[in-house]
């Protein structure tokens, strides 16, 4: 029976979704190798693992009828990594080439992670115009206008967790100072939650000093928030979206987060002028990995 392939590849962890013609759906994942200074990740190693676990779990399928990939690194234009810092043994790799040529005559099409989820969420929500901000490890996210990916895989990526909003904000993994994603990722908010209590804060303290209105754990959050709603804020002055949506794995574990970004949004508002609504992800965690689902049988089009 005919079958589409997505697979969400991420720093740790790689997750798989068989979509079958008869709608009956099969789930599976691994974890990559732990890379160290000794050992660093191998982009050819990784390509074979991955491969090789596609095909023990739907060997009784045989080869898919398309692949899609949802990538977290900096593709450019042609598909190639650029810059990828969880895996930087994947730079100057073309995935795309690399698994279709292990997969043998399936399509294999690759694009951007953040893209692929707005792409899904926007299907899930019905509207044509959407912009995804997914927070996790990073900060990623996409624009879908029209139905259409914006800019569209051919060029390049929307790479919103690099948007600048503090010129004299702390240092992203990217090497500049102030982008979203060095204010408003998982790691970034641990941090300063970490140094306002005056010890470390693993997540479930977080979530929890959240639920229960610490000023610390809130105080920590909000700043993050601030910088994911004037990224919005910035993006809506210039392309009217319909619909915010708040995915990524950080904020699925934070119900209040989501409520905190449209509050920081409205607090941006220019008089007369409406700003779209803000929603919390309805795929939850697996907005990259449906995108990828989505891009194996619409790659032509998307």
């Known amino acids: 029976m005919r079958y589409h392939l997505g697979i969400d590849v991420g ?8 979509e079958h013609e008869d709608g009956t759906v099969c789930d599976s ?4 190798p732990r890379a160290t ?17 596609a095909r023990e779990m739907y060997a009784d399928a045989g080869e898919p009828s398309g692949v899609g990939v949802a990538m977290p690194a900096t593709l450019d234009a042609s598909g190639v990594v650029t810059a990828w810092p969880n895996r930087p043994g994947w730079v100057g790799t073309d995935p795309g080439r690399a698994l279709g040529t292990l ?18 969420e926007a299907r899930a929500a019905d509207r044509a115009d959407l912009l995804y901000l997914g927070v996790g490890t990073g900060v990623g996210g996409g624009i ?8 569209g895989p051919s060029r390049g990526s929307c790479e919103i967790g690099h948007l600048i909003v503090d010129r004299a904000g702390a ?3 990217c090497g500049r100072h102030g982008c979203v994603q060095s204010v408003a990722s998982g790691p970034a ?7 306002a209590r005056g010890a470390e804060v693993p997540f479930a303290d977080l979530a929890q000093a959240l639920a229960d209105g610490v000023p610390w754990a809130a105080d920590a959050v909000r700043e993050g928030c601030a910088a994911l709603a004037t990224a919005a804020v910035g993006v809506s002055e210039l ?7 708040i995915g990524g794995g950080f904020a699925a574990g934070l119900p209040d987060l989501t409520p905190m970004v449209a509050a920081e949004m409205a607090r941006l508002a220019r008089p007369g002028h409406s700003l779209p609504q803000v929603e919390p992800a309805r795929l939850q965690g697996l907005s990259s990995l449906h995108g990828a689902v989505l891009l194996a049988k619409e790659w032509q089009d998307v």
């Open 171 to 173: 240092r992203c993994d």
């Open 144 to 151: 879908v206008l029209g139905g259409r990916l914006l800019p």
């Open 189 to 195: 908010v641990l941090r300063r939650a970490a140094r």
């Open 11 to 18: 720093g740790t962890k790689v997750a798989l979704r068989a």
């Open 29 to 32: 994942g691994f974890r990559w």
């Open 37 to 53: 200074d000794s050992r660093p990740a191998d982009a050819a190693a990784d390509l074979d693992l991955l491969v090789r676990h």
């Open 103 to 120: 997969f043998g005559t399936t399509q294999v099409a690759c694009a951007d992670d953040g893209d692929l989820a707005a792409l899904a």
């Open 239 to 245: 392309l009217r979206p319909e619909l915010v949506v």
